[in-house]
C-alpha cells in the first residue's frame, strides 16, 4: 500500500507539472501574437478596436448599475434603452467588465488584450487535449494546438481586424469540441454531458454566426461519423439533446434575436453574403504569406501553409499503402473542401439556404471552420508522415509553424488613435446597428402615434432631402385630410421659391415669397392607396436654396384630425433620470396628452409602469426617425417607470434550466468529493494496518 501511494503521489505531481508546462508555453505563444498591439496607449485605426473598447466600458458601467445579464448601454444623451448587449455577445463583454471591475485596471484596451490572452491559453489546452484524446498522442497534439493558435484568420481578428468577440469565439470552440467529441466516443459521466452544455452556451453567447455556423458543421462530422459507426446513433441523440438544453439556457439571448432579426437595422448588413464574397479569393485562400489585399485594412484571408500541408499531405496517403484513419480522414477532407468552396463559390447558393445560415454577413467568416478541420488534419497528417513523433519533432515543428505563419502576425500602424480619448468617449460607432428600423416596422402596418414628429430635426427645422414617415391609419378612408404648416425662412427671398412635397409619387408645391409663410398641404388628395407605406419627401427648388436655409416651422396642424397634444422626448429627457438598470420619469400633465418617452420601441421587451401599475406602449418616431415608445395619459401627475426586460417567459425558461444544471453539478461533485474521502481514508487505513 506504501508503494501505491507513493505511486499516486509522483503520477499527481507529474501531471501538475505537465500541465504547468502547457500552460506556459501557451501563455508565452499567446504574448508573442499579441505583439503587434502591445502598446496600451494607442490601439490601430480599424473601427472594431474603438468599438470593442467603447463597449467594454459601456459593459463596466452596466454591471455597476446593476445589470446581470447586462442588456442595454447605460450612458446615453437623449434617449435610453439601447439593448445593444441583447443582441451582440454580451459574454465577453461581461467576463471582460468584470476583471476590469476587478483589477482596477483603468484601461479597457488592457483588458481586451488581457482577455485575449487568457482565452488563446483557453484554446491551446482544450485544442491539445482534443487531439491528444483523438491520435493518444501528446505530442501530435501539442503540434496541433500550436497550428490552431498560429491560424491566419485568429491572427486577423485579433491584430488586424480586432474583432475581439470573433476571436474569443474561436478561442472557445476547442472547448466545445473536445467535450462534444468526449460525450460522443468515450465513457459517459454526468460532468462531461454538463460541461458540453456550459460549452455551447458561452458559445452562443460569445458570437452567435461562429455559434450557428460551428454548430452546422460540428453537425455534419458527428453525423458522418455515426453513418460510419450506426452503434453511436444514441449518442448522437445525446449530443442534440445537450445542444437543446444549451439553446434553453441562452433562451433570454436567442429569443429576441430570433424573432425580431428581420425588425432591426443590421438585418440589412447580415444579407449581403454573396456580395461580400469579393474580399475573398481562391488565390487569396491559398496564399502563402500575407499581403496588402484591396480591402480596406492590410487583410489577407488565408487558410496557411501548415493547413494545406495536412490537406495534401492527406490526400497523398490515399495512395499510399497507409490506411489508417482512412474514413476520419475523407470526412475532415470533405467537410474542408465544402468550406473552401461556399468561401468562394461564384454562384450564389446563399439565398437557397435557411434563414439562419444566410446571415454570414461576410463569407470570409468561414474560414473560423478551416481552423479545427485544418487541426483534424493536421494531426492526421503527422500520423501518417511520422511513425512516432517526439519532443524533437515538436520543437523543430513549432518553429516552421512560425516560420509558416509569421507574416500575419501583423497590424495597421498607419494610423494611431488614443486609447485615453475613447475610453472618455466610449461611443459605440454600430450601436444604432441593433435598433428597430423604422421602415420594416411601418411596413408591419404597425400603428405609430405622433408620426408627424418626423418632419422636424431636433431643432424645430424642417427636414430637406430627408425620408419623412407619416402614419397611414391617421388618414384612413378621409379625402380632406390637410397639414397645416406656419414657418419662416432664414431671410426674405429675393426670388419665388418652390418648396415641394412628395408623397408615394404623388406630389405639390408651394411658392414661396416672404420670409414667412404657411402652406396647406392637401395630403389626403395625394394619397391613393392608404395600405402604402407612406413616405415624404421636401425639397427645395431654387439654385440659391442654401441662403434661405434653415426653414423654422412654428407650428404644424391637423384641422380635420383629434390629435392629442404631444410632449416629444426632447421636452420631458428633463423631468427623467436613470435608477439602475431603468429609467424613471416624474410628470405632470394640465390635459390629456401624448408622452414620447426618451427610451428606444421594442415590442414585448419593455417593463413600462405608471404610477407602479404595468401599462402598454405604441411605438412612435422622433426626429431623427428613432423608434420611441409612447404613451396616452390623461391630465394628472404620474412615475413612470421603463426598462428594457426582454421576453419574459424566456427569461424564466434560463434561469430555470440554469438552476437546474447548477444544482445537478454542485450535488455530482459533491458526491465525487464524499467518494474521494472515502477512497483517502481507505487506504490511509490500509497503510496503517500494513
Not at 437595422?265 to 481562391?282: E, I, R
Not at 406630389?507 to 407605406?533: A, C, Q, V
Amino acid at each position: 500500500m506504501r508503494t501505491r501511494l507513493n505511486f499516486l503521489s509522483l503520477y499527481e505531481l507529474y501531471s501538475i507539472k505537465k500541465k504547468i508546462l502547457l500552460l506556459l508555453l501557451f501563455g508565452a505563444i499567446a504574448l508573442s501574437l499579441l505583439a503587434p498591439i502591445a502598446s496600451n496607449d494607442y490601439l490601430p485605426a480599424a473601427m472594431d478596436f474603438r468599438d470593442h473598447v467603447s463597449a467594454i466600458v459601456e459593459a463596466k458601467m452596466a454591471l455597476a448599475s446593476g445589470q446581470f445579464p447586462i442588456r442595454t448601454i447605460p450612458s446615453s444623451a437623449n434617449i435610453s434603452g439601447n439593448p445593444y448587449f441583447q443582441f451582440y455577445s454580451p459574454l465577453p463583454y461581461t467576463v471582460a467588465a468584470f476583471i476590469d471591475t476587478i483589477g482596477n485596471f483603468q484601461n479597457a484596451f488592457f483588458v481586451l488584450k488581457l482577455v485575449i490572452c487568457l482565452a488563446l491559453i483557453f484554446a491551446g489546452c482544450f485544442m491539445f487535449r482534443f487531439i491528444t484524446l483523438l491520435t493518444k498522442s501528446e505530442h501530435i497534439g501539442l503540434l496541433a494546438s500550436v497550428a490552431y493558435l498560429f491560424s491566419p484568420y485568429l491572427l486577423i481578428n485579433i491584430n488586424t481586424r480586432g474583432d475581439f468577440t470573433e476571436a474569443i469565439a474561436q478561442c472557445l470552440i476547442p472547448f466545445t469540441l473536445y467535450y462534444s467529441y468526449k460525450v460522443f466516443c468515450e465513457r459517459l459521466t454526468f460532468f462531461s454531458i454538463a460541461l458540453n452544455i456550459v460549452a455551447w452556451s458561452i458559445l452562443a453567447l460569445t458570437h452567435i454566426l461562429t455559434f450557428i455556423y460551428f454548430s452546422f458543421f460540428l453537425g455534419l462530422f458527428f453525423l458522418f461519423l455515426t453513418i460510419n459507426n450506426i452503434s453511436k446513433f444514441n449518442r448522437l441523440i445525446l449530443l442534440g439533446i445537450i445542444y437543446v438544453y444549451a439553446c434553453l439556457i441562452d433562451m433570454w439571448y436567442l429569443q429576441p434575436m430570433y424573432f425580431l432579426i428581420d425588425s432591426l437595422n443590421m438585418k440589412s448588413q447580415l444579407s449581403g453574403s454573396f456580395k461580400n464574397a469579393s474580399l475573398t479569393h481562391l488565390s487569396t485562400l491559398l496564399s502563402p504569406n500575407a499581403f496588402d489585399s484591396e480591402h480596406a485594412f492590410p487583410i489577407c484571408l488565408s487558410i496557411g501553409w501548415v493547413f494545406l500541408f495536412a490537406i495534401v499531405t492527406n490526400i497523398i496517403s490515399f495512395f499510399q499503402k497507409e490506411k489508417n484513419n482512412i474514413k476520419l480522414k475523407i470526412i475532415a477532407l470533405l467537410l474542408m473542401f465544402t468550406v473552401i468552396a461556399a468561401i468562394c463559390s461564384p454562384f450564389n447558393f446563399w439565398i437557397y439556404l435557411p434563414a439562419p445560415l444566410q446571415s454570414i454577413q461576410f463569407p470570409y467568416r468561414l474560414l473560423t471552420q478551416t481552423m479545427w478541420i485544418g487541426s483534424l488534419l493536421f494531426a492526421l497528417s503527422l500520423l501518417a508522415v511520422f511513425r512516432k513523433v517526439d519532443v524533437r519533432h515538436v520543437a523543430i515543428g513549432i518553429c516552421i509553424i512560425g516560420l509558416c505563419n509569421h507574416s500575419w502576425i501583423a497590424t495597421n500602424n498607419t494610423e494611431s488613435l488614443s486609447t485615453q480619448k475613447i475610453m472618455e468617449a466610449h461611443d459605440i460607432l454600430a450601436k444604432h446597428a441593433y435598433l428597430m428600423n423604422t421602415i420594416h416596422v411601418l411596413q408591419t402596418k404597425e400603428p405609430i402615434s405622433h408620426a408627424e414628429t418626423s418632419l422636424l430635426d431636433t431643432e424645430g427645422f424642417l427636414k430637406l432631402n430627408q425620408p419623412i414617415f407619416l402614419s397611414s391609419q391617421a388618414f384612413n378612408d378621409e379625402t380632406h385630410q390637410h397639414i397645416i404648416l406656419t414657418g419662416q425662412l432664414s431671410t426674405t427671398p429675393s426670388h419665388p421659391l418652390n418648396l415641394a412635397f412628395e408623397i408615394n409619387g404623388a406630389m405639390t408645391y408651394k411658392t414661396i415669397t416672404e420670409k414667412k409663410f404657411t402652406w396647406d398641404i392637401p395630403i389626403g388628395s395625394l394619397i391613393h392607396d392608404r395600405n402604402e407605406l407612406l413616405i415624404g419627401r421636401f425639397t427645395l427648388d431654387n439654385p440659391n436654396f442654401l441662403l434661405y436655409l434653415p426653414i423654422k416651422i412654428d407650428s404644424i396642424r391637423f384641422p380635420n384630425l383629434k390629435i392629442e397634444p404631444l410632449l416629444t422626448a426632447l421636452s420631458i429627457r428633463p423631468f427623467c433620470a436613470d435608477n439602475k438598470n431603468s429609467l424613471v420619469c416624474q410628470l405632470h400633465l394640465s390635459e390629456p396628452s401624448f408622452i414620447q418617452l426618451p427610451f428606444y420601441y421594442y415590442p414585448q421587451l419593455l417593463s413600462v409602469q405608471i404610477n407602479h401599475h404595468y401599462s402598454s406602449y405604441v411605438p412612435s418616431i422622433d426626429s431623427k426617425n428613432n423608434l420611441l415608445a409612447g404613451l396616452k395619459l390623461a391630465a394628472g401627475d404620474y412615475t413612470i417607470q421603463i426598462q428594457f426586460n426582454g421576453t419574459r417567459w424566456a427569461n424564466w425558461v434560463s434561469t430555470f434550466s440554469a438552476a437546474l444544471l447548477s444544482i445537478l453539478l454542485i450535488g455530482y461533485l459533491l458526491a465525487l468529493l464524499i467518494r474521494h474521502e472515502r477512497i483517502k481514508r481507505y487506504f490511509q487505513f490500509q497503510h496503517g494496518v500494513t
